[in-house]
C-alpha cells in the first residue's frame, strides 16, 4: 500500500498556561510522522508562557501572540492560518498520546476526510486517571452526536477543505457545531483502533458546565429537530444516572 503522508497542521491555543504548555509542545516535536506544521495562537500571555514557547522556536512554524476575543477568534486565527490537508486542534495542556500517533492515525487507510480515536483523561499532575464517559463510536457521522459529545475535539482531524470558521456566538461548545458542519460534508470517516489524545481535565467548558449544557442542547436542536433533541436528552439524562449509580463519578 502506498504510505499516505499528508500534511497536518496542528493548532495549539494558549493563554497564560505556562505549568501546561510543554507537555502539549513536546508531544508534538516527538512525533516521528514529520509532515507537520505547527501553529501556536496565544493570547498575549504575561505568565512566562511565551518563553517556554521560545525554546521550541525551531519546531514551530508560525506563532501568534495577540489578545483576542475568545477561545474560539483565538482558534478562528490559526486556522485561517492552515495550510495543511488536515487541521487538529490540540490545547494547552492536552497531548498526542504516543510519539507515533499521526504515523498511526494516517496509516489506518489513505485519503479519509475525517480520522478520529479514543481519548484518556489526564489530571494536573499528568496522571492518566481513565477513559471518558462517551465512547468514540465505530462508525461516527454527523448524526453521532444526538446523544452527546462522543468523539473529544482533540481526537478528530479533519480536512481542511471541509472546515468553516467556528460560531462565536457559542462561547463554549462551538467546537460541537464545528465538527457537525464538517461531518455532514465527508463522505469517507475512519476509525482510529487506538487512543490518539490525552486530554487535560477541568477546562473552561467543565468550570461552566451550565452554560455549556445550554449550549449543546441549543446546537442539537438546530441540527437534530426539537422533539428528537427533547426524546435524545432524556436518553442522555437516563444514560448519565445510570453511569453515575455504576462508578459514583461523571466523566465527559
Same mark, same amino acid.
Given at each position: 500500500? !502506498?504510505?499516505?503522508t499528508?500534511?497536518?497542521?496542528?493548532?495549539?491555543?494558549?493563554?497564560?498556561?505556562?505549568?501546561?504548555?510543554?507537555? !502539549? $509542545?513536546?508531544?508534538?516535536?516527538?512525533?516521528?510522522?514529520?509532515?507537520?506544521?505547527?501553529?501556536? /495562537? %496565544?493570547?498575549?500571555?504575561?505568565?512566562?508562557?511565551?518563553? @517556554?514557547?521560545?525554546?521550541?522556536?525551531?519546531?514551530?512554524? #508560525?506563532?501568534?501572540?495577540?489578545?483576542?476575543? =475568545?477561545?474560539?477568534?483565538?482558534?478562528?486565527?490559526?486556522?485561517?492560518?492552515?495550510?495543511?490537508?488536515?487541521?487538529?486542534?490540540?490545547?494547552?495542556?492536552?497531548?498526542?498520546?504516543?510519539? %507515533?500517533?499521526?504515523?498511526r492515525?494516517?496509516?489506518?487507510? $489513505?485519503?479519509?476526510?475525517?480520522?478520529?480515536?479514543?481519548?484518556?483523561?489526564? %489530571?494536573?499532575?499528568? &496522571?492518566?486517571? =481513565?477513559?471518558?464517559? &462517551?465512547?468514540?463510536? *465505530?462508525?461516527?457521522?454527523?448524526?453521532?452526536f444526538?446523544?452527546?459529545?462522543? /468523539?473529544? &475535539?482533540?481526537?478528530?482531524?479533519i480536512? *481542511?477543505?471541509?472546515?468553516?470558521?467556528?460560531?462565536?456566538?457559542?462561547? #463554549?461548545?462551538?467546537? $460541537? %457545531?464545528?465538527?457537525? *458542519?464538517?461531518? +455532514?460534508?465527508?463522505?469517507?470517516? /475512519?476509525?482510529?483502533? *487506538?487512543? /490518539?489524545?490525552?486530554?487535560?481535565? =477541568?477546562?473552561?467548558?467543565? +468550570?461552566?458546565?451550565?452554560?455549556?449544557l445550554?449550549?449543546?442542547?441549543? $446546537?442539537?436542536?438546530?441540527?437534530?429537530?426539537? #422533539?428528537?433533541?427533547?426524546i435524545? &436528552?432524556?436518553? @442522555?439524562?437516563?444514560?448519565?444516572?445510570?453511569?453515575?449509580?455504576k462508578h459514583? +463519578? !461523571?466523566r465527559?
Open positions: 500500500m !502506498t504510505k499516505f499528508p500534511k497536518v497542521s496542528i493548532i495549539t491555543i494558549v493563554f497564560n498556561n505556562a505549568r501546561d504548555i510543554e507537555f !502539549t $509542545i513536546k508531544s508534538v516535536v516527538k512525533q516521528s510522522y514529520s509532515n507537520v506544521e505547527y501553529i501556536v /495562537v %496565544d493570547g498575549a500571555s504575561t505568565d512566562g508562557t511565551l518563553a @517556554i514557547i521560545d525554546r521550541y522556536a525551531s519546531a514551530v512554524d #508560525l506563532l501568534i501572540s495577540e489578545k483576542d476575543e =475568545g477561545i474560539y477568534d483565538a482558534m478562528n486565527k490559526g486556522l485561517a492560518a492552515a495550510t495543511g490537508d488536515y487541521v487538529l486542534f490540540l490545547n494547552s495542556g492536552d497531548e498526542l498520546y504516543a510519539t %507515533d500517533t499521526l504515523e492515525v494516517f496509516s489506518t487507510e $489513505i485519503a479519509a476526510d475525517i480520522y478520529y480515536g479514543e481519548t484518556r483523561l489526564v %489530571d494536573e499532575a499528568r &496522571h492518566e486517571i =481513565g477513559d471518558r464517559r &462517551h465512547k468514540a463510536p *465505530r462508525n461516527f457521522s454527523w448524526r453521532s444526538k446523544y452527546g459529545m462522543n /468523539v473529544c &475535539h482533540q481526537a478528530i482531524y480536512k *481542511r477543505s471541509l472546515t468553516e470558521p467556528y460560531d462565536r456566538s457559542y462561547q #463554549l461548545s462551538a467546537d $460541537i %457545531d464545528w465538527i457537525i *458542519r464538517a461531518s +455532514k460534508k465527508a463522505r469517507k470517516i /475512519v476509525f482510529v483502533d *487506538r487512543y /490518539v489524545a490525552k486530554y487535560l481535565v =477541568g477546562g473552561m467548558s467543565q +468550570k461552566r458546565h451550565k452554560q455549556s445550554r449550549e449543546r442542547y441549543q $446546537i442539537f436542536k438546530k441540527y437534530y429537530g426539537t #422533539l428528537p433533541n427533547l435524545n &436528552h432524556g436518553i @442522555i439524562a437516563l444514560r448519565l444516572l445510570i453511569y453515575r449509580l459514583g +463519578k !461523571t465527559d
